[in-house]
């Protein structure tokens, strides 16, 4: 993985940092929505709002289409996706024996 790469998606992971904008993504996961119909679940101030929608925006997580004086916001295709790909693999998924481990430890404190 480039820089630039691992930087964008740092970027990403870091917006999805703020419980605020979780739910924002939870809104939109459901399809497009207006500003009012995500203030409506979200309950935040429009201010703070805004401020989240465009962090969310800058991430690449997000795109909005201006609708006379509202804006729609949906989730950019794939965009999630992406960052599942390059978490690492929940360990019972990849057959791992995670007893050895515990194990391992326990003799390792009996040493100690």
């Known amino acids: 993985m480039d820089g630039g790469v691992a930087d964008a998606l740092a ?11 979780l ?22 101030p429009g201010n703070l709002l805004s401020h989240h929608l465009k962090v969310l925006r800058e991430a690449g997580l ?30 019972v998924d990849l057959g791992l024996d995670l007893t050895r481990c515990a194990d391992a430890c326990a003799r390792e404190e009996g040493r100690a």
């Open 23 to 44: 739910r924002i993504l939870a809104v939109l996961a459901d399809g497009t929505h207006c500003v009012c119909e995500i203030q409506e679940v979200v309950d935040v």
């Open 62 to 91: 997000i795109e909005g289409e201006r609708r006379g004086r509202w804006i729609d916001y949906h989730l950019v295709g794939g965009a999630l996706e992406r960052l599942r790909g390059v978490l690492p693999p929940d360990p």
């Open 11 to 21: 970027g990403a992971f870091k917006a999805l940092g703020d419980p605020t904008r």
